[in-house]
């Protein structure tokens, strides 16, 4: 935090803004990496939740966190054992054999591979058989990770106050979203049973889809700390040449990745929250097999349907639908700077469409952004938290897969499949005709309305009402002003007569308060802070990285 500060402010408390070099940044940022590492298991989760978080790390920080990756070393098999019994009974009891070494270690829980009994063979949550000896992923919770993630949670609580000082209230905004999303989310990841419900709603929405695979729920041996899954094997989504090898065409599996994410969220309201390369696999036959629910939401109908205007906005490059969008949806400052704005989003389209953009353009924009924007403009409501981190993940798993992927012509397609183009035309068509229809009734208004105007004025009976508005607090500032002047004048004074009269620790006390009010009147004339991030297009930064290979 006071790095961060430090890179924020030239004397840390005050002074005027820093800018500080990319290479600074990288380095506070592996610091920081080293330091989650070592935190332990809820800190990782926090860098991962941070690493998709533009607005409030820097860049250079996105991009060192973005390698963390949610992989510790297992609990040892006896503590896990423990925890297995606990809540299933002896494992020779239940399971045909069991593989004490884990095929999946996580932050909060470890996965391992495992038997049913045929004689013990029940249904399935959605009512199949389990099948007689069927092969299944057993997923247990880490030995007393409650007790550690509640410690966790209160440091954060108790330190979210501390830097919420050395930011701006944009960027304050977002961080305590984080901070309560954060800790909503992560309990919500050690609740197996809600794991279970999340990941049954979800299969039953695709289960006419063949595209797709998400594994079925074994729910007797399923507990709110230990879940059991079929286990369906597949090839890691981001091993290329394995998926070379098998012939699998890895632009169908980009573009049936976003559809099924935009269904998740347009359309079903209910999505997997996680999907990093480890908890994404490819089958043989192309088909895309989903692991690990612990992270997964919902969207509300309200969000689901600017989501919709925000993507049909820009199938149509329709630039002020995009803001409009975006402000209604509580993501974009109202006060930004609508010109600027545009730009950025023509660029942003223009880079997800894989086209290039040239750099000259970029360092013009940043230009114009850090000269008209003093706050930073963007901001995450809780509720959108997972959400864009579903859009970052999907997206850096596209590129993976074809880094010419045109997230834009899919999403399109799937907007004008699903007919939510054609409902935006009717939409607009039915605004346009109601407004027009409110013109005429004004219209038919404005003749009486302007005569009797006319007639007041002509009587000097007319006054004008005036109120001042002070969206930026102008008066507020003079009042701080004047207060912190005539104190600031008050402790000098008093300063050079208790000096006089050879009182010399009164004359101390007096200076120091002198000092604090100097400082304060200072602060309260700095400047609003400009932005200190500078936009990433996640293609060229691939393509830069892979020629740096």
Known sequence: MLAYARDRRRFLLFGRPRQVAAETHRHRAEVLLESLLALGPTFIKLGQLLSTRPDVLPPAYIDVL????????????????????????????????????????????????????????????????????????????????????????????????????????????????????????????????????????????????DRFIIPDVIESHSGSRVLTMEYVEGTKINDLDELEREGIDRTRVAENLERSYLQMIIDDGVFHADPHPGNLAVTDGGRIVFYDFGMSGRVDPFVQEKIVDFYVAVANQDIDGILDALIEIGTLSPDADRGVMAEVMEIAIRDARGEDVEQYRVNQIVGQIEDSIYAFPFRLPKNLALVLRVATVVEGVCVTLDPDFDFISTATDYLTEQGYREESIRQYIDETGTQLRRTGESLTRIAPKTERALDRLDRDDLYVRIGVEDSEDVFEKLAKRLVYGMLLTMTLFSTGVLYALEAPRGSIVAAAFSVLLTIQLYRSFRGPRSVGARPQFTRQNLRQRRGEE
Do not use: C, H
């Open 66 to 209: 973005s390698a963390l990756q949610d992989d510790v070393p297992p609990a040892p098999w006896p503590e896990a054992e423990t925890v297995l019994e606990d809540e299933l009974g002896p494992v020779d009891e239940r399971f045909a054999s069991f593989d004490t070494e884990p095929i999946s270690g996580a932050s909060l829980g470890q996965v391992y591979r495992a038997r049913l009994d045929p004689e013990r063979e029940t249904p399935t949550r959605t009512g199949t058989s389990a099948g007689s000896g069927r092969e299944v992923a057993v997923k247990i919770r880490r030995p007393n990770i409650e007790a550690l993630v509640r410690a966790d949670l209160r440091v954060i609580k108790w330190s979210l106050p501390l830097l919420l000082y050395f930011v701006d209230d944009a960027r304050a905004f977002s961080l305590e979203n984080l901070a309560q999303e954060f800790s909503k989310t992560i309990r919500e990841e050690m609740d197996y049973e809600r794991e279970a419900e999340m990941l049954t709603e979800i299969r039953a929405n695709f289960s006419d889809d």
